[in-house]
């Protein structure tokens, strides 16, 4: 079994959704770690909606913060700090998806990021989303991973756009599971459709 762990290149850029259709497609668990903000609808409520198969498990947050903002400001305000040691992925015999917070080097606390909520082991799917600087932002994202020796590989969300995707598949050289477009809404079979399209590249 394996453990796939969802970051973006920035916030907004679609982690949720793909985290929704890796985990359809796989009939994985899935787990946030951090949510901050949005408690009554948060990540894994909405993956939770968008997911059909019968065998995927739902794993509490180790940290469920109150205000949308970075994970270290989001628990300063409700008075705590979030010790890396109390966020322990769950035991599961099932294939894993994770989806982190933000982008990669969002902080946690005054030391850790979300790139150390990644273990050698996983492998790390990349969301990018075209927008101005996002070629920046995913070479940034994909490289330092790499670097780290991580397997990685990308989904691109929303319209397509060429000549981004063409730069950063030449110079990231990282398999590209597929796109997904910017679609009117999302339902249950919307990811199912996904699923079937991404499930042999995972």
Not at 56 to 63: I, K, Q, R, V
Not at 68 to 76: E, F, K, R, V
């Amino acid at each position: 079994m394996s453990t796939y762990f969802i970051t973006g290149i920035s916030t907004d850029v679609g982690k949720t959704v793909a985290a929704a259709i890796v985990t359809e497609a796989l009939e994985a668990d899935y787990w946030k770690p951090v949510q901050a903000g949005e408690l009554d609808n948060c990540d894994t409520k909405k993956v939770k909606r968008l997911v059909s198969n019968s065998r995927s498990e739902f794993h509490p947050n180790a940290y469920a913060l109150k205000t949308p903002m970075s994970p270290h400001g989001a628990a300063a305000i409700d008075g705590i700090t979030i010790d890396m040691a109390a966020i322990k992925a769950p035991q599961t015999n099932n294939h894993l998806v994770i989806e982190g917070a933000g982008g990669l080097l969002v902080p946690l606390n005054n030391k850790d990021t979300v790139f150390d909520l990644i273990k050698p082991d996983y492998k790390v799917i990349v969301v990018s989303r075209h927008y101005l600087g996002s070629i920046n932002h995913t070479l940034l994202t994909v490289n330092t991973l790499k670097h780290a020796g991580f397997d990685v590989s990308i989904i691109f969300s929303g319209e397509a756009h060429e000549s981004t995707e063409t730069i950063i598949n030449e110079m990231t050289r990282v398999p590209v599971i597929g796109r997904i477009n910017e679609e009117p809404y999302f339902d249950q079979n919307v990811i199912r459709e996904y699923a079937e399209l991404f499930k042999d590249r995972l």
